[in-house]
Structures are given as C-alpha cells and as structure tokens.
C-alpha cells in the first residue's frame, strides 16, 4: 500500500519561511518524479515544484528563487523549502507522485497559512 505522509505546515508571518516533507512509502521512491501541488481556498490545485528521480527540479513562476524541492531517498523523503512566503502562498500542499498514468498517489495534504 503506497501512502504519502505531508507535514511541516503551518502559521507564518510574511517573509517567514517553512520547510514541508513528504515521506512515502510502499514504493521504490527513489526512481520517480515527485511533486508539490497547493490548492488555495476557491482555487485550481496548482503544481509549484517538481524533482525527477535525478535531481532536476522545476518550479512555478510565482514560487521562483523562493522555493526549493529537495530529496533523500534514503528517507524516501522529498522537502520543500519555502523562504520569503507571501499571503498569497496560503494553501493546502499536496505530495504528489503519478508512476504512470494508471497511478496517482497523493498524500492528505498539510495546510500553509501566512498571516500577520
């Protein structure tokens, strides 16, 4: 059974930072593309930040030089470090990892708030 597990999220103020993990199991997570997606209230899921099982990442325009996704697969642990957070980057962040196109996992998502 492949289960993803999000935490890290929380309350912080703008221009704070905060550091997510996804920690997976039940897969070989070390030979697949991982994803962070946030949902914002009334809005589309959006994905922000993606590492393949080689390293390369890419991000969102909106999260660009603020953001870094990062893994350790002997954790099985994928990070997302958020620096200088906005209002605007309250939301629900979901762990996403899709092997192919009949399996597409995500974790119960962990919810950012940046509030003063």
């Known amino acids: 059974q492949v289960q993803l597990v999000e935490s890290g999220g929380g309350l912080v103020q703008p221009g704070g930072s905060l550091r997510l993990s996804c920690a997976a199991s039940?897969?070989?997570?070390?030979?697949?593309?991982i994803n962070w997606y946030r949902q914002a209230p009334g809005k589309q899921r959006e994905l922000v930040a993606t590492?393949?099982?080689?390293?390369?990442?890419n991000y969102a325009d909106s999260v660009k030089g603020r953001f870094t996704i990062s893994r350790d697969n002997a954790k099985n642990t994928v990070y997302l470090q958020m620096n200088s957070l906005k209002p605007e980057d309250t939301a629900v962040y979901y762990c996403?990892?899709?092997?192919?196109?009949?399996?597409?996992?995500w974790g119960q998502g962990t919810q950012v708030t940046v509030s003063s």
């Open positions: 996403n990892c899709r092997p192919d196109e009949r399996r597409d996992y």
């Open positions: 039940g897969i070989i997570f070390s030979i697949y593309t």
């Open positions: 590492i393949s099982s080689g390293g390369n990442t």
